[in-house]
């Protein structure tokens, strides 16, 4: 059996659910108000309290370290704030583009294979795949979201849990995977970061192995609206988040691939999703060359 993505009302560890509805996705779309960002932030401190040292350390590496900065904070606010909406709901229900980039990633996947989730948040895609693997290594750079990973996947023996800095992948030995995976990762990383930990992922695949990664592209009208649409909201607030998709091209997501030794072998998109302010994710599988 393959990993696939749920529907809606299916439920995960604890009782918690993987996927808002529609309804909920239009209710979460609409821009909080400050109180709203402001009561998410202090739920987020009261419900996991390490975060409150996280959010020292994320500000002392923000201030001197720029794009290495800890950007796991935005998404840990964005995921309280849909919780506000349906409490039930787990970390990171608001990705979208789960059926294509599982399309994609199902065909790397090997029942003996060690494989590394790379961002795995609260373990929405760790859960689907560890069963049709050898070994997983669930990787984020937020101790928060490991807990949450920890409990979404509580019983599975193949699974361990590391806890990585900044764009280094420490700890973590050369050639030790069968396959990388990064889903709704990537999305926000400036190009430099992005080849950084780019040739981070190529170092711990093993030789003939595959990276599988989502991004947003620009590459059709449709959407170079919708990230046009997205960015002059920002320049209204007078800030783009860290959360804001970056507006790459597939050629250029091509080149940062093969910039680190990768060989593209497979491109898809998804189909177009108004749910994602009317963008379809771009996933990639490339191969290290051995």
Sequence with gaps: MSPSAEQPSSSGAE?????????????????????A???????????????????????????????????SLPWILHDEHARSISPDVGSHVTGHGLDVFLDALRLRLAPGARVLDLGCGGGRVARLVAEHVGALVCADISEVMLVEARRALTGR???AFV?????????????????????????????????????EGRRVLRPGGSLVASFYTIDRPAWAQAQLSLVRRGRRWGAFGASYPRPYTAGQIDALFEAVGMTVADRRYGPYDEQSGGRAHYVVSAERSR
């Design 157 to 159: 023996a193949n699974v």
């Design 37 to 71: 960002l402001a009561r998410a932030f202090v739920r987020a401190h009261l419900r996991s309290p390490r975060l409150a040292a996280q959010t020292a350390r994320s500000a002392m590496s923000g201030a001197v370290q720029g794009v290495r900065g800890d950007q």
């Design 15 to 35: 009782g918690r659910r993987w996927e808002l509805t529609a309804a909920e996705h239009q209710r979460l779309d609409a821009p909080p108000d400050r109180r």
């Design 163 to 199: 806890r990585t800095r900044g764009l280094e992948l420490e700890g973590i030995a050369d050639e030790s995977f069968e396959v990388v995976y990064a889903h709704d990762v990537f999305v926000t990383f400036d190009p430099n970061p992005l080849l950084a930990l780019l040739d």
